[in-house]
Structure formats: structure tokens, C-alpha cells
T-cell receptor, first 115, second 114 residues
Framework: AQSVAQPEDQVNVAEGNPLTVKCTYSVSGNPYLFWYVQYPNRGLQFLLKYITGDNLVKGSYGFEAEFNKSQTSFHLKKPSALVSDSALYFC?????????????FGAGTRLAVHP | DVKVTQSSRYLVKRTGEKVFLECVQDMDHENMFWYRQDPGLGLRLIYFSYDVKMKEKGDIPEGYSVSREKKERFSLILESASTNQTSMYLCASITGQGTADTQYFGPGTRLTVL
């Protein structure tokens, strides 16, 4: 079965420190990979995506993600965390089969950045 | 800027009521989706539509139906609301059929069924 795993329910980081939010996936073939962020009482906002090419993808708000095919991972990173980065982060994959741009989401990781 | 709007941010209904959640997008997107979001479960696809009057079941369609009479509007219907349908409901839209495209989400409707 196709799935996305975000192994950490919550990640705590001090402001100014680097952050990593982990994501691994299990789908056949080479899927497209996405990160979304959700601030309190808001919908999901697109951060970045990996389609093909360079394994390091840069996105909004200084975030980047590294695609690792051998480890089937797509971890989200930021060199220096801000308190305003505190939110719920979702990793998602779009399998190449099935069409219609369907996404499979992970359970989400809550990022808490402390002053 | 893509804009996806949902008719209500918060909704409280009673068990057995018929509930309508509406979603409108202003970017002429072909595909529209309804998800529910629950803590620890992420987003789960309820239904999607790839064209007017066309619909496909997602992963958890039981207890829900949908309607798409116009391209910009996609409605989710709870025929007889139950307490286990208390959740956050998110609508999304996307252009075309290419799986590299980005889904754009509405602000969500938090539904409470008493």
C-alpha cells in the first residue's frame, strides 16, 4: 500500500537553531513530493515540491527539502528557525499512477520553535 | 493569486441533520477535492471531481456525497450528520491533469456534530 510516514508527532527547536522535519514514503516508481504548512485555524499552504532534477529543493520562507531516493525520504530543513515557523507541517506524495493529481498525506508534524 | 473559499469557517449541527459544505475556486481549475483532517491521521480524501458533473470516490466516501454543477463550485453533503463526522474539512483545487501541479487549499470548515 502507498503511504507517507512522518515519524515525529512534534519537533521542538530553539529559535536560531537549524530544524529538520522528517518524511519517508512508500510508493511505486518515482513520485512527486510536496511539503505543506498549516498555521492555526488556516488551510494548508504550499511550501515546496520535488519533481525531478536537483535533490535539494528550495521553497518559501527559507525552507528547503532534500530528496533521497535510496532512503525514500524527503526531509524538510531550515538553517535557522524562527518562532513564526511554529505550525503543523505535512508531507505529501503524488503517485504517478492513478492520475487526477491525488495526494497521499502524512499524519503531520507539529513544529514548536521556542524563543 | 489562486483563491479557494469555503462557505463557513465554523459550523455546529445536530445528529441527523443534512449538512452542505461549499467550496468555490476562482482559477478555472478542472480538479477539485474534499478532505477531512483529523489529529494523528493527516488529511484523508473523501471525494474528488475532475470535471463538471463528474466525481470519484476517495479513500473515505462513506456517509458523504458531492455535487459539482459548475466548474468553480464543489459541494460536500452529509446526508445525515453523525458525531463521528465532527472534523476539519478542507477543499482543494488544481489545474489540469499533470501530477506535478500544486493543490491549492481553502481555509477549512471546522464542523461539530452534536
Amino acid at each position: 500500500a502507498q503511504s507517507v510516514a512522518q515519524p515525529e508527532d512534534q519537533v521542538n527547536v530553539a529559535e536560531g537553531n537549524p530544524l529538520t522535519v522528517k518524511c519517508t514514503y512508500s510508493v511505486s516508481g518515482n513520485p512527486y513530493l510536496f511539503w505543506y504548512v498549516q498555521y492555526p485555524n488556516r488551510g494548508l499552504q504550499f511550501l515546496l515540491k520535488y519533481i525531478t532534477g536537483d535533490n535539494l529543493v528550495k521553497g518559501s520562507y527559507g525552507f528547503e527539502a532534500e530528496f533521497n531516493k535510496s532512503q525514500t525520504s524527503f526531509h524538510l530543513k531550515k538553517p535557522s528557525a524562527l518562532v513564526s515557523d511554529s505550525a503543523l507541517y505535512f508531507c505529501a506524495v503524488s503517485p504517478l499512477s492513478g492520475g487526477y493529481n491525488k495526494l497521499i498525506f502524512g499524519a503531520g508534524t507539529r513544529l514548536a520553535v521556542h524563543p | 493569486d489562486v483563491k479557494v473559499t469555503q462557505s463557513s469557517r465554523y459550523l455546529v449541527k445536530r445528529t441527523g441533520e443534512k449538512v452542505f459544505l461549499e467550496c468555490v475556486q476562482d482559477m478555472d481549475h478542472e480538479n477539485m477535492f474534499w478532505y477531512r483532517q483529523d489529529p494523528g491521521l493527516g488529511l484523508r480524501l473523501i471525494y474528488f471531481s475532475y470535471d463538471v458533473k463528474m466525481k470519484e470516490k476517495g479513500d473515505i466516501p462513506e456517509g458523504y456525497s458531492v455535487s459539482r454543477e459548475k466548474k468553480e463550485r464543489f459541494s460536500l453533503i452529509l446526508e445525515s450528520a453523525s458525531t463521528n463526522q465532527t472534523s476539519m474539512y478542507l477543499c482543494a483545487s488544481i489545474t489540469g491533469q499533470g501530477t506535478a501541479d500544486t493543490q491549492y487549499f481553502g481555509p477549512g470548515t471546522r464542523l461539530t456534530v452534536l
